[in-house]
């Protein structure tokens, strides 16, 4: 999803109302050429059918602290959990719906830092 494309509020309100439990997890801003060429961060929660997460395309992390804003003041009743490295963010997400899906997202994380570490020594 891009953003600047659904607008800020929009991208809120869909959030809102696609996590029934009430629940967001929200990532950093990364890079990576592997899954796209635009910067993204995650946003994760769950509804009746368990959980689900979205990677959200933006510009600069000016997008991503105006989406946070839009939440806090549209989200009343929410818990918003916002993570600045994306391991923890995965691990949160493993914690608060745990299923095989969170449970190979944190995996691939974690494989993916082994395997670079690894590379540099």
């Known amino acids: 999803m891009k953003i600047r494309a659904l607008g800020i509020a929009a991208t809120a309100a869909?959030?809102?109302?696609?996590?029934?439990?009430?629940?967001?997890?929200?990532?950093?801003?990364v890079e990576r050429a592997?899954?796209?060429?635009r910067p993204y961060?995650?946003?994760a929660g769950a509804d009746e059918d368990g959980f689900w997460v979205e990677a959200v395309h933006v510009e600069s992390e000016s997008d991503q602290t105006a989406l946070l804003l839009e939440l806090a003041q549209t989200s009343e009743g929410f818990v918003m959990e916002v993570h600045a490295d994306e391991l923890q963010a995965?691990?949160?997400?493993r914690g608060l719906w745990p299923?095989?899906?969170t449970i190979a997202i944190a995996a691939g994380i974690r494989a993916e830092r082994e395997a670079a570490t690894a590379t540099r020594h």
């Open 41 to 43: 961060f995650i946003v």
């Open 34 to 37: 592997k899954f796209s060429r």
């Open 99 to 101: 299923c095989d899906r």
């Open 90 to 93: 995965a691990e949160a997400c």
């Open 14 to 29: 869909r959030f809102i109302a696609n996590a029934t439990d009430k629940f967001l997890v929200i990532g950093p801003v």
